[in-house]
């Protein structure tokens, strides 16, 4: 694909030229739905994504004139502008984004390559539905084929965005018509993809290798849990993905800054997640319940007992989600963890138990003589002898508590005591 | 390859109820092959084992318990259990599905299935710890309510037991009777009453065995980005926040909300019944079932009257309020602990308030019928006071826990307003939104059921405002008449 010199000048302006892949930002909402607070504070979030260094940022036309000091200077990010609207989560906030008719169905061109050239774009980015009605469909193409001609004649790369939803859509097909519909704009023309991921590194490097394009890859909605954005980027990249264009996950986390870094140092810097969330080293502390999160789900037992073997049970976790039950009352639930009170290292004779040089507690298989005195040392009766008489106890996963990992309500916090230092030999 | 690796306990749990023998037997791998989870091995056994015209209510329905492969691991929401019987609502195929802590426990314990026979004379109740597993008498649980006779089981037996248990009504073999674990309800098509006429008032279960994977890298790895998903899901995200209500205000807007027993489209007091109010007003906390990091689930407590409950869901919300034209929240709360308590569908308890309230509308039954109860749309008292008759099958209550299509035999020229398929008592979406509703409950083999395909999101009415619609639906009564079977 030959691709004309104004095309290639600004895609170097947005692909990192040394690696060749971009972290952008999507921050076009509010202009088809409604304005939620990360809409509000634009300013002051974009000030942050430009901080965190994001290589693009894509915004509506109204917001590319309103803000155009972030992408001034020669350090600043490249303007992305979202050239066309949909009025599909136009009703977001009273949840009908997902249910209007096709035939109320609209998408229209709102500005074209030429404007968006002159307010500075590096590119501009458009929908391209498949799953609806075939007309609407071939309106779809119609118009990306326009919109790409134009950005031919200019020299203006063009970014196109399927979106596979509608009738024809389900469960099973979405990612057959996904890879589909990330070749179909590349033949339209599009110089690069923001599409979904699949969910799956197999699937997704097929769409990446069939779409030819570079292909970013979006967010969705916000997780509670930056980790998630952060997997979701590194699977993407290891399926041969050229970057991302987090929306939500970035604009609503708490830290945008640190989130852009974060993401930055995934893209372009090669760390781990590990490496950058400092998370996967083991760590000195204590679990620490906090009875108000639990929702009784017993993830946390599911992980425990996991961890420790392949199997599946409910029996052998070496924590425990206890329920209260009060008269005219469902169920309350509340985590009962391992405060590390080494009672149960006090009441071994031979030694065998011993809270190790990790912070966590250490069985010597050699000295433990199956005794019992730990399983009736534990005030939580958190303690208990397998089939062969080995006793079960919270060695906090070797430092890594599958329990803290799963409970994404935070019920179990690993906290740093004052003093924890002083039990370490 | 055995079952044994890959989810399955292999095993099947036979109860008699008529010799109380109790013989377990293993699942015939090349069928296991033809079955999708655990309705499809329910379906199998009920398909197996039945007997044809047999009466839903005689020994000779078999009664079934059962979990899929998935069941027991830590696939997200995957601890639901099943139950599967020939119904007395709808005198056909019944599935019936359960959260809670039984699911699991009973993949634990070791069985894939429960298949329970016959018919005791006296009360029992069935206890299973692992591979042991007795019938015991149950006379002083018999007549107590589902929270007594829980906490009675668990007392006795440990509070590693999870029981499931039928409250007063299912020992009545009230076709709206369901079964209860803690809180959580296999609520429709009178799965309770089946379990009542064999006189088995529940079972209590303990489990330590384990469940195998067959690859538990890949299964952890599928796990993993499964729960990413629901995580980055904004679907997800409501159902977190304002629990199955969230889509009460979408449901409203597309004029998909059964009003006043059907005769609207749409609530103008919905902004009061939304996930949302309900939040600000009364959730306090969310409960998850086992291995579901979603929890929906919310616990409501009530101002006036000394009780909390898990719930109420979006199809209580909208049964015992909206259809009732109730805005009441106290009313609510109460009127679906009564119906836990005594081990009673919500959902069509609401629908039968609304039916008598029509009823009263349109003068075709008097306040005197009705044991003085004065039944007029938005009454909360009323919806108590008639909620608490049906509960204890009292005055009145005795015909109307019969259901709707019973009632409206006795009500001549009721039939039209009577809204239910094949028995069953009709869900939270209007057929006249989306045909394709209709279509659904007209053919579903469970009755008027909201879990058997939900065309709602596909076609709207487009053009016409919602609240012109008129509940006399030609297109769903000629495929009701089509379709329905009819006992």
């Known amino acids: ?153 200019i020299g203006l790369p063009l970014i196109i965005e399927p979106m596979a939803v509608g009738g024809m859509v389900t469960g099973v097909n979405v990612t057959e018509i996904l890879i589909a519909s990330g070749r179909i704009a590349a033949e339209i023309g599009a110089d690069a993809l923001k599409i979904p991921y699949t969910n799956d590194v197999k699937t997704f490097k097929k769409l990446v290798d069939e779409a030819g394009v570079p292909v970013l890859v979006l967010g969705g909605a916000k997780s509670d849990d930056p980790r998630d954005a952060l997997e979701l980027a590194d699977e993407a990249l290891r399926a041969g993905a050229s970057g991302t264009v987090f929306g939500r996950n970035v604009t609503k986390a708490q830290d945008p800054r640190k989130m852009v870094e974060d993401i930055c140092a995934l893209v372009h810097g090669g760390m781990s997640i590990d490496e950058i969330l400092g998370t996967g080293i083991k760590k000195r502390g204590r679990l620490r319940p906090v009875a108000v999160n639990c929702t009784g789900c017993q993830l946390c037992e599911i992980a425990c007992v996991h961890y420790h073997s392949t199997d599946f049970d409910q029996s052998s976790h070496r924590l425990r989600i206890e329920y209260k039950f ?29 809270l190790g040089s990790g912070g966590y507690l250490v069985l010597d298989q050699s000295r433990c003589n199956s005794c019992g005195d730990c399983v009736t040392a534990c005030p939580l009766d958190l303690v208990m002898c397998d089939r062969q008489g080995i006793p079960l106890f919270c060695d906090m996963c070797e430092g890594d508590p599958q329990c803290v990992l799963w409970c994404k309500p935070h019920a179990i916090v690993l906290t740093q005591p004052k003093g924890a230092e002083k039990h370490v030999s | 390859m055995s079952l044994k690796d890959r989810g399955y306990a292999d095993n099947v749990l036979r109860v008699n109820l008529t010799n109380q023998r109790c013989t377990t037997e293993r699942l015939d791998p090349d069928v296991m092959k033809l079955l999708l989870g ?43 259990f099943g139950v599967v019987t020939k119904s007395p609502a709808t005198h056909t195929f019944l599935d019936s599905y359960c959260g809670g802590f039984f699911g699991q426990t009973m993949k634990f314990a070791g069985y894939d299935a ?44 440990g509070e590693g037991f999870q029981t499931v248990v039928i409250g007063p009504a299912g020992e009545r073999m009230s076709p709206i009777s369901g079964l209860f674990n803690d809180e959580r309800t296999a609520g429709r098509g009178g799965a309770g009453a089946v379990l009542g006429s064999k006189k088995l008032k529940g079972i209590a279960v303990r489990g330590t065995g384990s469940v195998q994977v067959h690859n538990p890298v890949e299964f952890d790895e599928a796990a993993w980005v499964a729960y990413r998903m629901l995580r ?74 000394d009780v909390a409950i898990d719930g109420p869901d979006f199809e209580t919300i909208w049964a015992m309020g909206v259809n009732c034209g109730i805005t009441d929240k106290e009313a609510i709360i109460y009127s679906n602990y009564l119906c836990d308590l005594y081990g009673v569908d919500t959902i069509s308890v609401g629908n039968i308030v609304g039916f008598v309230m029509e009823l009263v509308q349109k003068k075709m039954i008097s306040a005197a019928e009705l044991d003085g109860v004065k039944a007029e749309w938005g009454n909360g008292d009323a919806l108590v006071a008639l909620t608490e008759k ?54 579903s083999e469970r009755g008027a059921c909201h879990l058997r395909g939900s065309p709602l999101t596909i076609r709207w009415r487009p053009k016409e405002k919602p609240s ?10 000629s495929l009701t008449q089509r379709f329905c079977v009819t006992s």
């Not at chain 1, 404007?115 to 071939?138: C, H, P, Q, R």
């Not at chain 2, 099958?393 to 020229?413: A, D, F």
């Not at chain 2, 012109?468 to 009564?477: C, G, M, Q, V």
Request: aromatic share 8%.
């Open chain 1, 1 to 153: 694909m030959t691709v004309s010199s104004g095309k290639t000048t600004r895609l170097n302006r947005l692909f990192n030229p040394k690696d060749g892949r971009a972290v952008c930002v999507a921050a076009d909402h509010g202009w088809m739905s409604d304005p939620t607070p990360n809409v509000l504070e634009l300013k002051r979030i974009l000030g942050q994504v430009v901080l965190g260094g994001a290589d693009g940022i894509l915004v509506s036309f109204g917001t590319a004139l309103r803000m155009s000091q972030f992408f001034e200077g020669k350090n600043s990010p490249a303007l992305l502008i979202r050239a066309d609207w949909m009025n599909m989560p136009r009703l977001g906030g009273s949840n009908l984004s997902n249910i209007l008719p096709v035939v109320n169905f609209k998408k229209k061109a709102t500005s074209c390559a030429k404007d968006a050239l002159l307010v500075g774009a590096s590119a501009i980015t458009i929908y391209y539905f498949i799953g609806y009605s075939d007309e609407f469909e071939a309106i779809n193409i119609e118009q990306a084929a326009c919109f790409a001609k134009e950005c031919r004649k």
């Open chain 2, 114 to 157: 429960i298949i329970v026979e016959g018919a005791s004379s006296n009360p029992l109740t069935l206890v299973i710890d692992n591979e042991q597993v007795h019938l015991e008498d149950a006379k002083e649980l018999w007549g107590t309510t589902t929270a007594e006779a829980t906490k009675k089981l668990k007392a006795k037996h």
């Open chain 2, 390 to 443: 049906i509960a204890k099958g009292e005055g009145i209550g005795e015909l109307l826990q019969k259901g709707v299509r019973e009632i409206s035999k006795h009500y001549p020229g009721s039939e039209d307003f009577a809204m239910q398929v094949k028995g069953l008592e009709m869900p939270a979406y209007h057929p006249n939104a989306a045909k394709g509703i209709g279509l659904s409950y007209a053919v």
């Open chain 2, 468 to 477: 012109s619609f008129k509940r006399t639906n030609p297109i769903l009564r």
């Open chain 1, 326 to 354: 009060r008269p005219n009352e469902p169920r309350i639930s509340k985590p009962i963890v391992c405060p590390l009170c080494e009672k149960c290292v006090d009441a071994c004779k031979e030694e065998a138990l011993t």
């Open chain 2, 232 to 305: 980055m899901s904004n679907q997800i995200k409501r159902l977190n926040d304002d629990g199955t209500a969230n889509i009460l205000g979408l449901v409203n807007a597309a004029g998909a909300l059964p009003t006043r027993n059907y005769q609207e489209g749409q609530f103008e007091h919905s902004a009061e019944m939304t996930g949302e109010a309900w939040r600000k007003e009364y959730w306090t906390r969310s409960i998850g079932c086992y291995g579901c990091p979603i929890s929906c689930s919310k616990i409501a407590h009530a101002k006036t009257r």
């Open chain 2, 38 to 80: 655990g309705k499809g091995l329910g379906a199998y056994y009920l398909y197996k084992e039945s007997i044809p015209h047999a009466d839903p209510l005689s020994p000779e329905n078999p009664f079934i318990f059962v979990v899929g492969p998935l069941t027991g691991t830590s696939a997200p929401t995957s601890g639901r």
